[in-house]
């Protein structure tokens, strides 16, 4: 069994910081890439940024420039550090390992979620 256990959500004002993170436990025996999407009420679900196995980074356009997505491969964490945050990226962020290779098969996973509100 693969967990994703998110933290750093909170409360930021327009134009502050925060950075997410993403810790992964379980018998990972490798992955396709680790992404973080997130939500606003009413809205789709859509990915924010990931980045591959081998490094490569990708982001959605409106947080290009403004967010960066990490990893720590000894900690098996994935980082997102949002800079300049504006209030359209008020939603619940979750973490997303895909295509995660266990001893049992292949699967995604998901994170619980965790709550950003940027005030203005």
């Known amino acids: 069994q693969v967990q994703l256990v998110e933290s750093g959500g909170g409360l930021a004002q327009v134009g502050g910081s925060l950075r997410l993170s993403c810790a992964a436990s379980?018998?990972?025996?490798?992955?396709?890439?680790m992404n973080w999407y997130r939500q606003a009420p009413g809205n789709l679900r859509e990915l924010v940024a990931g980045?591959?196995?081998?490094?490569?980074?990708n982001y959605v356009s409106s947080v290009r420039g403004r967010f960066t997505i990490s990893r720590d491969n000894a900690k098996n964490t994935v980082y997102l550090q949002m800079n300049s945050l504006k209030p359209e990226d008020t939603a619940v962020y979750y973490c997303?390992?895909?295509?995660?290779?266990?001893?049992?098969?292949?699967?995604?996973?998901w994170g619980q979620g965790t709550q950003v509100t940027v005030s203005s």
């Open positions: 997303n390992a895909d295509q995660v290779h266990t001893p049992w098969g292949l699967n995604d996973y």
């Open positions: 379980g018998s990972i025996l490798s992955f396709n890439a």
């Open positions: 980045i591959t196995s081998g490094g490569r980074t």
